[in-house]
């Protein structure tokens, strides 16, 4: 069950309100619905505007959906599997050349698929979603899966679904699904240089 979560300083409710369930209803979403989620993430912020996410997905009742689970970990696929949509998402290492730019590596690829990723979470929050993103994949067999070429690489997993009991869920996920707290601001805040009495600390 979901529990209140409060911030210390005033912030848009949706934030708090996202977080990254496991348990899902097993129904279909409207395909407008996820493409509206999609469409928050094609809006991120990328440096020098080179958006180098991709987005690959399939629904539950596609006919990709049992290839698409087949990438993730044993331990996210026994739970994903509820999801009513998987998402890939993908980042192009290459940034092209433009003007007087050569094609060259990118260094900020992943960073913002991140931003991408965020945009997704918390548009599909505000439809009443939740999004979950995984790290747990089987990066070798999602090359073949995914058919990603060489200058793509492969960010995170991202269920999408509404939210169910927990119930559903084995032991030793059920007791974990709740909103995780957050460190307080003035730990990891400063006004100035990087402090050189800062010590590690432990999430509450």
Excluded: C
């Amino acid at each position: 069950m979901q529990t209140a979560r409060t911030a210390d300083h005033p912030i848009d409710p949706l934030f708090l309100e996202r977080w990254s369930p496991r348990a899902y209803e097993a129904k279909p979403m409207p395909n407008a619905d996820l493409l509206t989620i999609l469409e928050a993430g094609r809006w991120a912020p990328s440096a020098f505007n080179v958006q180098p996410w991709r987005f690959l997905y399939a629904r539950r009742t596609d006919k990709h959906w049992t290839d698409f689970l087949s990438v993730l970990d044993a331990e996210n696929r026994q739970w994903a599997r509820s999801a009513s949509a998987l998402i890939f998402l993908i980042s192009d290492k290459v940034m092209p050349a433009e003007e007087d730019r050569p094609e060259m590596i990118s260094k900020y690829n992943s960073f913002d698929a991140g931003s991408a990723w965020m945009q997704i979470a918390l548009q599909a929050t505000a439809l009443g979603y939740a999004a979950h993103a995984m790290a747990g994949l089987d990066f070798e067999h999602a090359t073949t899966v995914l058919g990603l070429p060489d200058r793509f690489r492969l960010e995170v997993g991202i269920t999408i679904g509404r939210v169910a009991e927990a119930n559903r869920l084995p032991h030793d996920l059920r007791v974990r699904e709740a909103p995780s707290n957050r460190y307080p601001l003035e730990q990891i805040s400063y006004p100035g240089p990087y402090p050189a009495s800062f010590t590690a600390f432990a999430a509450e």
